[in-house]
């Protein structure tokens, strides 16, 4: 897999002219990657705040403190596993269970819920990314198959965990038609039975799904405003619908699972997205690559040392007792 990533980024750089691109990145204003990086910042809090959120309704009294601990780690994860962020979910459920002491049927509820609410605004996007392709931007038949393959598979995915959240009945009868021991068909019965539990009591207080889905879009809209505010320092002059776009459709193509972190994949993307509307390969790759960067190995890097500098403060606890990550 990361032989994949590395060899889709070592030839878009390639392609890119690897010399006019370092000669665009040196150029890059640093005042703007350290506005992007503190954007992202407000976005992780964000992301955490829709976690806490949820937990609150689900009648566990978790700290937002403890939320980020968990976000931050599955970060980690899902930045060197295959994109799709499973390894980073499996990660915080893992982590919920051991460190608030909450079941795995809690857990995954909350995973559920928040994905939805997540992909819901995303799915609209990316439509909406689709259109404008359609009507204004580039009609070449391999891209539009590509992109329109990517929002099919994510649409299933959305509808997959839609429809399991909306009918967790359902899927308790349909693993009773499981050709497996009795013995796992109980325990899978039982597994969802306390899923759906945990999804009614969500369902039940609907009343923050409007401030959730709120966030999501705010969190999904300060991506574009990223992205706007990068190419309107390096000079890419093709509007903020344009540079929507290209964000919005190169991150749907880089969460298809072919490599870590969708490396190579989401730099390709943005190559031949922005050379289709004139921009010059290396500046398009220096767009790629710093807004990359401050989205994701920023993303990265900042979880890696809060978790090192949380190991260490745990270390030099009174009590002596050793840190739990």
């Known amino acids: 897999m990361y032989l994949i990533g590395l060899s889709a980024l070592i030839a878009t750089l390639w392609i890119a002219?690897?010399?006019?691109?370092?000669?665009?990145?040196?150029?890059?204003?640093?005042?703007?990657?350290?506005?992007?990086?503190?954007?992202?910042?407000?976005?992780?809090g964000l992301i955490s705040s829709q976690w806490h959120i949820i937990t609150r309704k689900l009648n566990r009294d978790i700290s937002y403190s403890q939320v980020l601990d968990v976000n931050m780690a599955g970060t980690v994860v899902e930045s060197i596993t295959p994109a799709l962020k499973?390894?980073?979910?499996?990660?915080?459920?893992?982590?919920?269970?051991?460190?608030?002491?909450?079941?795995?049927?809690?857990?995954?509820?909350?995973?559920?819920?928040?994905?939805?609410?997540?992909?819901?605004?995303?799915?609209t996007l990316c439509l909406a990314s689709l259109g404008w392709i359609i009507f204004y931007g580039d009609k070449q038949t391999e891209s539009m198959y590509i992109f329109t393959g990517a929002f099919i598979l994510?649409?299933?995915?959305?509808?997959?965990?839609?429809?399991?959240?909306?009918?967790?009945?359902?899927?308790?009868?349909?693993?009773?038609?499981?050709?497996?021991?009795?013995?796992?068909?109980?325990?899978?019965s039982n597994n969802l039975s306390d899923f759906r539990d945990s999804v009614r009591i969500l369902k039940n207080k609907?009343?923050?799904?409007?401030?959730?889905?709120?966030?999501?879009?705010?969190?999904?809209?300060?991506?574009?405003v990223k992205a706007y505010l990068l190419a309107d320092a390096i000079n890419i002059d093709l509007g903020v619908a344009a540079i929507f776009t290209v964000t919005i459709l190169s991150y749907m193509i880089a969460m298809v699972p072919v490599s870590p972190g969708g490396i190579g994949t989401f730099e390709g993307s943005i190559l031949v997205l922005l050379s289709s509307m004139g921009?010059?390969?290396?500046?398009?790759?220096?767009?790629?690559?710093?807004?990359?960067?401050?989205?994701?190995?920023?993303?990265?890097?900042?979880?890696?040392?809060?978790?090192?500098?949380?190991?260490?403060?745990?270390?030099?606890?009174?009590?002596?007792?050793?840190?739990?990550?």
């Open 154 to 188: 994510f649409l299933g995915i959305f509808t997959s965990f839609s429809l399991i959240v909306m009918f967790p009945e359902a899927m308790i009868r349909f693993t009773e038609k499981f050709p497996v021991k009795n013995t796992i068909k109980v325990r899978i």
């Open 17 to 44: 002219d690897l010399s006019n691109t370092i000669s665009d990145i040196r150029s890059v204003n640093i005042q703007i990657v350290i506005l992007l990086c503190l954007l992202q910042c407000i976005t992780i």
């Open 86 to 123: 499973a390894g980073g979910e499996l990660t915080k459920v893992l982590l919920m269970r051991s460190r608030w002491n909450i079941s795995g049927s809690d857990a995954t509820a909350i995973i559920c819920i928040q994905k939805i609410i997540s992909l819901f605004p995303f799915m």
């Open 279 to 325: 921009i010059a390969s290396s500046l398009a790759i220096t767009f790629a690559l710093v807004l990359r960067f401050t989205t994701y190995w920023f993303a990265f890097l900042l979880s890696t040392l809060y978790l090192a500098i949380k190991k260490v403060a745990d270390y030099r606890q009174p009590d002596g007792n050793e840190p739990n990550w």
């Open 206 to 224: 609907n009343s923050y799904i409007p401030v959730l889905l709120t966030l999501s879009f705010i969190i999904w809209g300060l991506f574009g």
